[in-house]
């Protein structure tokens, strides 16, 4: 897991510029009201762009390495929210409270700006997956998988790293504050936790660049799975692991070997 910072000052004008460009084209004068204010009206070519930039081009939740048409803009503050009790449970959190502010759909006057509409706000958005991942077809997590549950935005902890740390066996290790958080994203799904576990327990003469090259080169990715140590990855581990459609979505959380890395295991 990694903090998103929200308050750099050249990423934050750049968002802000786009959703003023946006919300102020909604505005019509002649009826003196906003016109299709809405998060489906949005281009959001743009913004996710900018979105993933910020991220590395990881999942907000599981790291998984995105790209454009693998992403999907998570809102933090629901974007279907009505009730102000919602935005509380929110505010605290990133840069939200100065930045966002909850819109109901049917404010006549226009906009003093910022702050913005929780359904557009740049600090209510960040980048998560598109939740599939392989189980005998595919499975959700992360963003696809929470709807609008109520959840503690982990990326907005600032020392996310600290507080969110994986075993070997590809477990989470966090405090049970955020277990709720973890079981509606999905986050230990088995499939997540054996690709987890597989990075984490990868043999030292491999690296990422290994494990990615073995998505075309069948020969390597037989060599990595039979060199995996028994004790750590399972034959029923190595058998799931080696095939197609599980080796091309692992090879992606390449995060958990510069984790492992880190860490020193």
């Known amino acids: ?5 929200k308050t750099n000052p050249n990423v934050k004008q750049n ?3 786009i959703l003023k460009k946006f919300i102020d084209e909604q ?3 002649d009826t003196n009201r906003y016109v299709n204010l809405a998060y489906e009206y949005f281009d959001k070519v743009e913004f996710c762009e900018l979105l993933l930039k910020e991220q590395n081009h990881y999942c907000c939740y599981c790291m998984k390495h995105i790209l454009n048409k693998e992403t999907t803009i998570e809102h933090i503050i629901p974007n279907k929210a009505k009730k102000e009790s919602i935005y509380s449970d929110y505010k605290i959190y990133g840069d939200i409270e100065s930045n966002v502010f909850l819109w109901q759909g049917n404010m006549s006057s226009k ?6 509409p929780h359904i557009l706000a740049y ?3 960040v980048a998560s997956c598109n939740g599939s991942i392989p189980k005998e077809g595919n499975a959700k997590c992360c963003n696809n ?5 109520k959840i503690i935005p982990v990326f907005y902890i600032a020392n996310a790293k600290e507080e969110f740390e994986y075993d070997v066996s590809g477990i989470i290790i966090c405090d049970k504050k955020y277990y709720d958080t973890i079981s509606c994203l999905a986050l230990e799904h088995q499939t997540l936790q054996l690709f987890r576990r597989c990075w984490l327990n990868l043999p030292s003469r491999y690296d990422a660049l290994d494990v990615i090259d073995a998505g075309k080169d069948k020969e390597l990715r037989e060599q990595i799975v039979d060199d995996m140590d028994f004790s750590k990855i399972s034959v029923r581990d190595r058998e799931t692991i080696r095939t197609e459609p599980y080796w091309n979505s692992f090879m992606n959380y390449f995060w958990f070997y510069l984790y492992k890395q880190d860490k020193g295991i």
């Not at 906009?111 to 913005?116: A, K, T």
């Open 1 to 5: 897991m990694e903090y998103i910072d």
């Open 15 to 17: 968002a802000h510029n």
């Open 27 to 29: 505005w019509q004068n």
């Open 111 to 116: 906009i003093n700006l910022p702050p913005f």
């Open 123 to 125: 600090e209510n958005l």
């Open 145 to 149: 998988k929470r709807g609008s549950e």
